[in-house]
């Protein structure tokens, strides 16, 4: 089970959550190319390792947590609110 | 050896101590023509049919872990080619194709049972999408049957009837579905392979993807660089890892599946039942579990076990349906890792390197691919060229606008 802080609410179930994906892509200006568009709706990195990610506390406050979480372990590193910049750890030895 | 009645007879007088191994174990050579990375169903069956269809020799499937090891034995065995879209119709019902005829041609028992599956529906909206799709696998000569309540009592009388959520009101039902041995299908195929020259190579793990010019030349492994001409990429969860490996970046996202097992009871269930609309399906293994599953936990990972909620989830979807199972102890549970592409349709197609290929994308629907999987791959390496069946299933088809989207849910993995 995900235990996950949320910078509103406090430390809560992963059951009160809707996962929301990556949370590194953002939506590229309006007269971007297409290129950056298929980027942005389709390719992910999709580490084995430290991810970035978004977490809707749907089942909360309805906000949008930012979330540092270990892809292989599950271990969550740090939350925090959308504006914040969370850094990853420094890189462990992945198995 | 060539398996039979005759040969377990003989083999039984001998005490049965004259098995050979089923496959060698043969070290790694300088060269192949043709490398597969990953050992699992669809790279032993590529291997397979590239000897066997296309005549061709020289050929290794290198393997991480060990034959039998990845999510070719942690699925839950379903074969079935009930899907709508056209690209879709017709890979998987050559898949349905292949199996029917799979035991008799590679000589091992694999034990596919037609036992049917059924679709649940519960309401007029969704019977109507459920004749639509089972109108098109017709138009397309594939077997289906819309059931109506009193035909599913009939067949399914376990199932509660009464729900007043989700009221039963009938069932897509395709016979020719059913379940396989999944263990049975990687041995099967790394025999069937192996005896026509192929060598797997277990333990090698694949820690870099030469490319010399716009073109690949081999992989380096924990066993040393072996050079190719060709390269297939055919590793399911970790299908990222490796084609980032090549510079390649892939519309994927890896999930975590989970899979149950109860303990053994008598026959109960005759037949595979899917409760889509609940997140549950559930079919009676030969040796009497129940083996059932649901959605993706719904987060990225690569931990190869899933999480309380949805264990609970899937359980619940499972008393909806069938309360008569709540007293039945569960015994196993497990989780696999899912190449969940961006349309929930999977990749079998050339990449931008000169002499490697792709083989992936499978979401949870790879072990009823496995023998189209194979064989269509195999025809693509051969030929540099994909098959009619296979040729929707490219990476450029996100950027084209060709999207396979069976679920039409858009871009977001998690709940493909």
Redesign the interface.
Known sequence: MHRIDCPWCGVRDESEFQYQGDATVSRPKFKASEEAFFRYAYVRENPRGWHTEWWHHVGGCRQWVKVVRNTLTHEIHVTGTPADKLAHPRKVKSP | MHYSALSLLWQGLKGHKGWGRMWRDPEPKSEYDIIIIGGGGHGLATAYYLAKEHGLKNIAVVEKGYIGGGNVGRNTTIIRSNYMLSPNTHFYEKSMQLWEGLEREFNFNAMVSQRGIINLYHSDAQRDAFARRGNAMRLAGIDAELLSPEELKERVPILDFDNARFPIEGGLCQPRGGTVRHDAVPWGYARGADSRGVDIIQNCEVTNIRIEGGRAVGIDTNRGFIGARKIGMAVAG?T??IAAMAGI??????HVLQAFVSEGIKPLLDTVVTFGAGHFYVSQSDKGGLVFGGDLD??????QRG???MMGHVMAGGMAIMPSIGRIRMLRQWGGIMDMS?DGSPFICKTGIDGLYLNGGWCYGGFKATPASGWCFAHTIARDEPHALNAGFTIDR??QGRMIDEKGVG??P?IQ
Not at chain 2, 249 to 254: F, G, N, T
Not at chain 2, 298 to 303: D, E, L, P, Q, R
Request: hydrophobic share 30%.
């Open positions: 970790h990222s890892h970046e892939l519309p994927v996202e890896s719904g987060y990225n990972s690569y931990a999480n309380l909620p961006f996100f950027k871009p977001n998690w």
